[in-house]
């Protein structure tokens, strides 16, 4: 039996911990990461050579090795001393990868083989780019990092140079796929910021595989303040300009005054989930009663392995469908 071939899109933290439960399956994954970060080491990396932001890349890749607690440890050591203060080994490795081959794509692959990772990891464009918002009373906002300081409703966001082509191997992986998932994280400024690659939306639509959108679990200050979960997928669908999410994964939305009061303190809440409504874009609704872990200090996570098996029975099943409808288009 093949493996199932699964592609995720996204950045931040969710994307590499999405990939770190799906790690242990049996299925072929290809995570496709958003190079439009400009923060911190990765901001410097990306000012001083000119290569696309490596910081997501670094985290994924370690999600998915074998060795990652080592790994993770080595690669998110930051340096204190002289030229490299401030800086993550892991964003040096990767930028010194790219001096020696001279292509930002071959060195996060050849990192990966290094590596011996359980999947594929690939930026959405071996350009250097910068992330802008325009926002809903006109103002445009230059650079990922800048945009949730506003803290004003994002109307869209874009990327510059808008004409970047995508990762040849990006597309192909796309139209392979048994399964897409989209998040979680940051919903413009990881998840959005990859479809922004126009040959990445293309291939997305074009793509005969069910697509997946995996819900925040809260609203996040500057970026989705007051956001549904039909807004957000809103936001996907109005950015690539045709409907395409097939199903969504909320969390529970309800949780004790003690969470709440703390992310109040942060001018965030539970991203509220009207399944009725998202039904009548065509969407099917999941979620699980133990799908979101509560931490001592009242911060709210998704479990990464009840999410990854969702995942996979979602990816099984539309498997078992397309085989089916296939064997029987044959007879």
């Known amino acids: 039996?093949?493996?199932?071939?699964?592609?995720?899109?996204?950045?931040?933290?969710?994307?590499?911990?999405?990939a770190r439960g799906l790690r242990d399956y049996q299925i072929d994954i290809t995570t496709i990461v958003t190079v439009a970060d400009d923060g911190?080491?990765?901001?410097?990396?990306?000012?001083?050579?000119?290569?696309?932001?490596?910081?997501?890349?670094?985290?994924?890749?370690?999600?998915?090795?074998?060795?990652?607690?080592?790994?993770?440890?080595?690669?998110?050591y930051r340096f204190k001393e002289n030229q490299v203060e401030g800086h993550a080994l892991g964003n040096l490795i990767i930028a010194a990868l790219t001096n020696i081959t001279d292509d930002f794509?071959?060195?996060?692959k050849l990192l990966s083989e290094i590596l011996n990772i359980k999947g594929r990891v690939i930026p959405?464009?071996?350009?250097?780019?910068?992330?802008?918002?325009?926002?809903?009373?006109?103002?445009?906002?230059y650079g990922e990092s800048e945009i949730p300081k506003k803290n004003k409703r994002i109307k869209r966001v874009f990327l510059e140079p808008e004409?970047?082509?995508?990762?040849?191997?990006?597309?192909?992986?796309?139209?392979?796929?048994?399964?897409?998932?989209?998040?979680?994280?940051?919903?413009?400024?990881?998840?959005?910021?990859?479809?922004?690659?126009?040959?990445?939306?293309?291939?997305?639509?074009q793509s005969e595989a069910p697509?997946?959108?995996?819900?925040?679990?809260?609203?996040?200050?500057?970026?989705?303040?007051?956001?549904?979960a039909e807004d957000h997928v809103n936001a996907i669908h109005e950015h690539i300009g045709e409907r395409c999410i097939d199903y969504a994964i909320c969390g529970p939305q309800t949780y004790n005054e003690e969470v709440l009061r703390r992310y109040r303190e942060e001018n965030a809440k539970p991203v509220h989930c009207d399944i009725q409504e998202m039904e009548k874009l065509g969407i099917k609704v999941?979620?699980?009663?133990?799908?979101?872990?509560?931490s001592t200090q009242n911060y709210v996570r998704h479990n990464y392995e009840i999410l990854a098996k969702m995942i996979y029975e979602i990816a099984i099943n539309e498997t078992e469908t397309i085989e089916f409808n296939r064997d029987e288009k044959t007879k």
């Open 40 to 76: 911190g080491s990765t901001g410097k990396i990306r000012n001083e050579m000119d290569i696309p932001a490596p910081g997501d890349i670094r985290n994924v890749i370690s999600a998915l090795s074998e060795t990652e607690t080592t790994l993770n440890q080595l690669f998110q």
């Open 163 to 205: 004409d970047v082509e995508p990762m040849e191997e990006a597309v192909r992986a796309l139209e392979d796929a048994d399964l897409i998932v989209l998040g979680p994280g940051s919903l413009y400024t990881s998840v959005i910021s990859n479809l922004c690659v126009k040959g990445i939306s293309k291939a997305l639509l």
């Open 105 to 108: 794509g071959h060195a996060v």
């Open 124 to 141: 959405s464009t071996n350009t250097s780019v910068r992330l802008n918002a325009v926002m809903d009373d006109g103002e445009v906002v």
């Open 211 to 228: 697509k997946l959108y995996v819900s925040n679990v809260m609203t996040q200050p500057g970026e989705t303040t007051g956001y549904t």
């Open 286 to 294: 999941m979620t699980h009663p133990d799908l979101i872990e509560i």
């Open 1 to 18: 039996m093949r493996k199932i071939k699964l592609v995720l899109i996204g950045g931040g933290t969710g994307l590499s911990v999405l």
